[in-house]
């Protein structure tokens, strides 16, 4: 929340231009989102407690990548859609303080991470639109999805409190522990309260770049069972490095590939894609991960 705090006195005293914050937003994913992903093969390795299958593991990975890139390049639109969705899940997930081992409990917190996703591009339409519809190729009239986010907007507020309204009657049903209800809903206030007062970017830099890559770097020391000190804290950091620079590296070729283009305006969509055919494959393993919790 210092982070929020931070980047709330930047936005008010400085007002970056959009330009500014994307590129801050680039920046800060390239940083954390990256290495928080960066682990997955360590994941894999603590929880089959074995690095016998490192081999299928990684055949696997880049197939979910392959595929996905592929579907990407021929179907746009269809993989915008399932990236929303993985993303509702991997969101939900992540902030999700109750059971995950049956289907409702998975339902519902996909549902708030689907309203969360929302929310966040209704409420700054005009700042996705331009990307969103370059990303599909798409010729639906800008006009036509301003009005339609217009009206979803509300209803993604309405289904975060109507949801919340029932989790209160079902607290037993749906978390271990009942605080742990009234930490969710605080959570998800303090959330809310931060996106309705900044810009798509910087609030995604936030919710993405510090929010969940650095609480998802928490949940792997737990389970690895690293001190949480810096000396613990390094240590992790250092096992992402392999894939990380990896990554960096790729994403340095796109920027090169498109800065010499004829057209270098389509270096965020290059980027989101790339991050997005990351994403599927990780959030297959820290799904495991979750349920080991259980």
Partial sequence: MLFALVLYLVELFFTPSATTQISFLIFILILFGVPHGALDLYIDQHL???????????????????????????????????????????????????????????????????????????????????????????????????????????????????????????????????????????????LIFFVLYMPLWISFTFYFGFWHSILSFDKIRINFKIANTLTGWGGLLFKALPFSIMAWFGFAYITFLTLNSKDSSGIFTLLFISLSVLALPHLQVFTKLKLKEQ
């Fill in 48 to 190: 089959q407690k074995t690095d016998k299958h490192q081999n299928i593991f990684l055949i696997k990975y880049l197939a979910n990548i392959l595929l996905y890139a592929g579907i990407w390049y021929f179907f746009p639109i269809l993989a915008l859609i399932i990236f929303i969705i993985i993303t509702a899940y991997h969101f939900g997930e992540m902030d999700w303080m109750g059971k995950s081992t049956l289907f409702l409990h998975k339902f519902i917190f996909t549902l708030l991470g689907f309203a969360w996703i929302l929310f966040l591009l209704t409420k700054n339409i005009h700042f996705a639109l331009d990307i969103f519809l370059k990303m599909g190729r798409s010729s639906i009239q800008k006009e036509f999805l301003v009005q339609l986010a217009q009206k979803i907007y509300p209803f993604t507020l309405v289904t975060i409190a109507t949801v919340y309204g029932l989790l209160f009657f079902y607290k037993d049903y749906f978390f271990s522990k009942k605080n742990n209800y009234f930490y969710s809903l605080l959570q998800t206030l303090l």
